[in-house]
């Protein structure tokens, strides 16, 4: 068990920014694959950004030069910064997080331990 809990989202109108946080107790981030997803109303859950097996930050093509993965190492926490949000963005978004698999590796998208999720609205 890996407790996570995000915080951060809010209701903004387009163009505007928001930060999440991803929090974990008990365990160093470094440690873990981790990986935001979203949901929209009605929508499957997708993946926002994630890390491949070699440490490379990939992100959605959606949301690629608007929104930038981070990490707090002292505090523990993972960031996600979203800039020029669009009513598209909206939806429930949660950090997920797996242990590595053989070497290291980090080759899928994480959805072992999740947070709560925290709603993002996004007007026009």
Not at 67 to 94: A, H
């Amino acid at each position: 068990q890996v407790p996570l809990e995000e915080s951060g989202g809010g209701s903004v109108q387009a163009g505007g920014s928001l930060r999440l946080s991803c929090a974990a107790s008990g365990y160093s981030l470094d440690s873990l694959c981790m990986a935001w997803f979203r949901q929209a109303p009605g929508k499957e859950r997708e993946g926002v950004v994630g890390v491949d097996s070699d440490g490379k930050i990939i992100y959605a093509e959606s949301v690629k030069g608007r929104f930038t993965i981070s990490q707090d190492k002292l505090r523990n926490i993972l960031y996600l910064q979203m800039n020029s949000l669009k009513p598209d963005d909206t939806g429930v978004y949660s950090c997920a997080a797996e242990w590595p698999g053989q070497f290291g590796y980090c080759d899928h998208w994480p959805r072992k331990y999740w947070g709560q999720g925290t709603q993002v609205t996004v007007s026009s």
